[in-house]
């Protein structure tokens, strides 16, 4: 059964306690990200990462739980620009742990459906990691769509009207 609770019972993380738990931290004040030390146990270096922006991904084991950094990218067609957004991930065998600043669509996504569908949340944290990470990759494709359509319109550009204005826009990232 999936329901949302206002706490963790540290009971619920203890290994055999039939208990799946997923916690969302988003934009977390000093005060609900002390859930990660106090609750979960996780490292002090990890926890710094994750409440700081970090520009790489990456992936660190600490023992009984998986630390990860991915980006979720958003391109913005009014400036030419792709932004990214660090979703940090902490994966045990009861629990799985999201923490991003302000609004991740992905995450926002999928905290719906495991509303709307209990087999999301029930088939247990790696396979909710899974989806969460599969609907990051996805939302890849229509960016990348984007700033292709982008390049080839300058590239058309460029070749039917040469101006040294349009030059300076591209050498200027606009």
Not at 51 to 79: A, C, M, N, Q, W
Not at 93 to 98: A, D, G, I, P, W
């Amino acid at each position: 059964m999936t329901q949302s609770v206002d706490r963790v019972d540290p009971a619920w993380l203890a290994a055999g306690s039939g208990v799946w738990v997923w916690v969302d931290l988003s934009d977390p004040t000093p005060e609900e990200a002390r859930i990660l030390t106090d609750v979960f146990g996780f490292h002090e270096l990890a926890v710094e990462d994750a409440l700081t922006e970090i520009h790489h991904p990456k992936v660190e084991s600490y023992g009984s739980y998986l630390y990860l950094i991915l980006h979720g990218i958003d391109f913005r067609e009014t400036d030419h620009s792709f932004s990214t957004q660090d979703v940090d991930f902490f994966l045990g065998e009861q629990f799985l742990v999201t923490v991003h600043p302000g609004i991740s669509r992905t995450v926002a996504k999928m905290r719906d459906v495991c509303a709307r569908n209990e087999r999301a949340l029930g088939e247990g944290p790696a396979a909710l990691l899974h989806r969460i990470i599969d609907a990051m990759v996805d939302n890849y494709r229509p960016e990348a769509d984007r700033l292709n359509d982008r390049l080839d319109a300058l590239e058309e550009e460029i070749f039917e009207r040469p101006d040294g204005r349009l030059a300076k826009q591209i050498a200027a990232g606009k």
